[in-house]
């Protein structure tokens, strides 16, 4: 036995185990609490990806049918024909994939390389005409605002891609 259990008494002993036992509930309780931050965290990024998505299969029946997308005048008002539909809302579901990704990022649920890969790739697509001229459209409007100004900050600090004929 060891000299130091040697010299307690049983009622000390009962005191040391309940209060080792009272650590390992209280540890248990801060553990639970962070799982239970992070379920909620998790959860919250896959609602946010569920009602992006179901905004970008919108967009996509515009894609596809552009006539629909006449349904609401006020988004195509800046718009001369069938191709513009489809290039504006073409580059919308590019932004709504994005605007996935940032959001998982910003809420850690991505890791950075593969963000930093996405940010790469949008920047490339930021140069490009089609993709500016949908930026620039007054009717344009993502619904999370946060990511709207981001997104312009980025067409912004981009230069734009010159068209080669």
Known sequence: MHPILATMTLPEVAIVVQSITAISVAGSLVFAAYQFRNLRRA????????????QMHLREMRVDDPHLARTYSHDV??????KDVREYFFNLMQLSV???????YREGQLPESYYRSWEKRMRAIAAEPSFRRMVSNPSMKIHH?????YI???????????ISN
């Open 98 to 104: 994005y605007e996935i990704v940032w959001f998982s």
């Open 77 to 82: 008002e800046f718009l001369a024909g069938d």
């Open 152 to 162: 312009r900050e980025v067409v912004k600090d981009t230069p734009a891609r010159s």
């Open 43 to 54: 959860q919250h990024v896959a609602n946010f990806t569920k009602m992006v998505e179901l």
């Open 145 to 149: 605002d946060e990511f709207q100004e």
